[in-house]
């Protein structure tokens, strides 16, 4: 009995004091818990104020922007990687610094020139400091950054090695040369040519990244491996012929410079399509040399001279006045009207209708003008209205001009003004508007709108796709224009284009030599075009050619300053096997037609093992990898000279692959 007691006893004595434990822990549970309640309503604010935001912040992760293609696949820009390299020194064990630390700047000694001892005296001080975010080298491409990466003390890492790797994105133009006013630029201040036009494709959706405070003016990126990855542009392929373009450049810049002219421009237009497979505009630099810098195509309204006869005589063919049939007289080839002097500068007569455009005559183009829409000029002007020529074209290319047309509610109209308008002056249009209504001509009637860009491309699939677009689906009679190819033919067989004649390849088109800032003193100005398409009987391409301000104690007409380059340009890019050529004509000075013309390659990658692409063309193999999943990193132009992975490597979907190509 005694012991049940005693045992009773210690029983009651053991739950009193796990009752007073239980009570203790609740009460601290309950206090820990309205402590946490208090903190979280009352002073988060103040520590994430007084802590979090002082020493982390949410940085911007910029995404890679699209890569801007020729028609065929050619590069024209690209956003290529560069690596900067920072230096934590915190992180570095001693033993490792110190066992390494001979190798590793004896290794940085070789690659950037300096001395070991330089390396090693600032390396010890960031050291001693504990510098963890210390500034090593910036914008490293990729095969310096593989290089470095493997030195001693860097290739353990972030982690052991204090090896800190930020990379940025650097947009470059892989024509160096060719169409580089035409490519633009995009530096989000200042948007122009194709890279401004097609930015909203080209940029891509930046991502986040955390960063933390080092000192009071260096942040450190932190768990790169979380961040919100940035989703990189979308790739455009413009209709740019980069063998086209280059022919173009090459036949312009060399008339240009035979002449000593000031600035010059190409336009070359698919007539079925209306994209435009070469832009090219050259501009004299002080050195004496051409670049292309300024897209005078676009940007400037002039004056078109003769080459606006064209459109003036299809107006009157289309209204039934003038026929195959029509003569006009131009006497002397001096004519006043309305108290204006014209006069030509090829001789007198009666002419035929072809005659007015082979032998561009300023006086019989006013005379049948004025003759037929003197009394009633808005009858006239519609025609232009209709052809768009009164209209700022709506084309993607930024900066494109409005033309400029004299009427009569215009306080400059007066009695001879439509004579002016005739025969290229009284007019400002720019030089793109104009190629549009000559490829028009060409296409039979139907007037397109000028195509800049040919597809945009995701990770190996088609999001957009361009089509034809029409502007005027019926630009004059079927006869009318039939009449009008007719009269520009025999202008480049018989007429002032005939120096360009070669029997091989019927060309049809129409000199223009127009005066400019001719109210100004000092010497005369002048500006030297041709405009016309190719084959005559079956058109393929429309070209546009101006050349503004030759020497004239060279030359300035028409015939011969621009129309060779038509020819120069016709002769290569659609004959297979020029004749009646000159021999320089056909030699292609800046593209290796051979990284163009190869098959494609199948490119396969069997049990997840990375095949050798080392030799291959770029432009055939970086698609195929990226169908494949891969995302590809490439710098260059040409064929494939190093590849990373190696081959044989294990690699996953979306793993990112570096190509070098060569230039």
Known sequence: MQKQNEYDNKRKKTLRWGYLFAVVALCVFVMFLARIVILQNTNVQEIKDDYINKNYREATLKAARGNLFASDGSILATTVMRYDIYLDFKTMKDTIYSNNIGALTDSLSKMFGKSRGEFRQKFDEQKKKKNQYYTL??????????????????KRGKNKGGFIVDRNYKRELATSEIGAGTIGIDNGELRSGLEGAFSKYLTGTDGKRLEQRINSSQ?????????????????????????????????????????????????????????????VNLRRTESGDYEDSYNYALKDNIEPGSTFKTISLLAAMDDGFIDENTTVNVGNGVWTY????????????????????????NVGTAKLITKYYAEKPQIFLDHLKRWKLFDKMDIELPGITKPKIVTPENKRWNAATLASISYGYSSNIN???????????????????????????????????????VMVNKMASEKAIKMMTSALTKAVEKGTGRSIFTPNLKMAGKTGTARFEYWLPGPMKYRASFAGFYPADAPKYTCYVMVSEPNTSIGFYGGPVAAPVFKEIAGKTFLKTPQNIEKEMLVDKKVNLSKMVEPNVKVAVTDKQMPNVVGLIGKNVIPQLENLGYRVDYKGVGRIKEQFPLEGTTISKNQRIYLSLQN
């Not at 290089?147 to 860097?154: A, E, L, Q, T, V």
């Not at 508007?433 to 945009?456: C, E, R, S, W």
């Open 431 to 469: 030089l793109l508007q104009l190629a549009t209504f000559y490829n028009g001509v060409a296409n039979g009637g139907k007037m397109l709108k000028p195509l800049f860009i040919d597809k945009i491309m995701k990770d190996g699939k088609v999001m957009y796709s361009s089509k034809p677009e």
């Open 338 to 361: 309305a108290k204006q002097r014209i006069s030509d500068g090829h001789g007198g007569g009666t002419y035929d209708i072809s005659d007015v455009l082979a032998k561009s005559s």
């Open 137 to 154: 080298v910036k914008g490293l491409d990729f095969d310096q950054y593989d290089r470095i990466r493997k030195f001693p003390i860097f």
């Open 219 to 279: 942040w450190k990126p932190i768990d790169f491996w979380k961040v919100q990855e940035p989703v990189d542009g979308e790739d455009v392929y413009t209709t740019l012929d980069l063998r086209i373009q280059d022919i173009a450049h090459s036949a312009l810049e060399k008339q240009l410079t035979h002449y000593e002219a000031k600035h010059g421009t190409v336009i070359v237009m698919e007539v079925e399509t209306g994209k435009v497979r070469a832009l």
